[in-house]
């Protein structure tokens, strides 16, 4: 079992940088694929990106590729979200979410949640 707790946001200004961090506990979590979601003020959990569990996979969808880096360090248990150039439609509560059997876009592939933790991009 693994327990996911993020940290890192905050406000910040369009065009500005902010990196997520994803803390895991457990001994297992080398072995979960791994992913960040983010969900806006009446709106659906959407898909942001995603990592193998071995970091050499990454998936990003389109709205955040070329400005968010998914990476992992499997020695500190750690995943993180580096995100440049944000933008207000970035605005949102972030996830993150892991899985020893999944990796993808769905919200529903994913086993274990992260409460989240809130970013907001002033224009």
């Known amino acids: 079992q693994v327990q996911l707790v993020e940290s890192g946001g905050g406000l910040v200004q369009t065009g500005g940088s902010l990196r997520l961090s994803c803390a895991a506990s457990?001994?297992?979590?080398?072995?979960?694929?791994m992913g960040w979601f983010r969900q806006a003020p009446g709106k659906d959990r959407e898909f942001v990106a995603a990592?193998?569990?071995?970091?050499?996979?990454?998936y990003y969808a389109d709205s955040v590729k070329g400005r968010f880096t998914i990476f992992r360090d499997n020695a500190k248990n750690m995943g993180y979200l580096q995100m440049n150039s944000l933008k207000p439609e970035d605005t949102a509560v972030y996830f993150c979410?892991?899985?020893?059997?999944?990796?993808?876009?769905?919200?529903?592939?994913?086993?274990?949640w992260g409460p989240g933790t809130q970013v907001t991009v002033s224009s």
């Open positions: 979410a892991a899985d020893p059997d999944y990796i993808g876009s769905s919200v529903s592939g994913y086993h274990y």
């Open positions: 457990g001994r297992t979590f080398s072995s979960y694929d």
């Open positions: 990592i193998s569990w071995s970091g050499h996979n990454t």
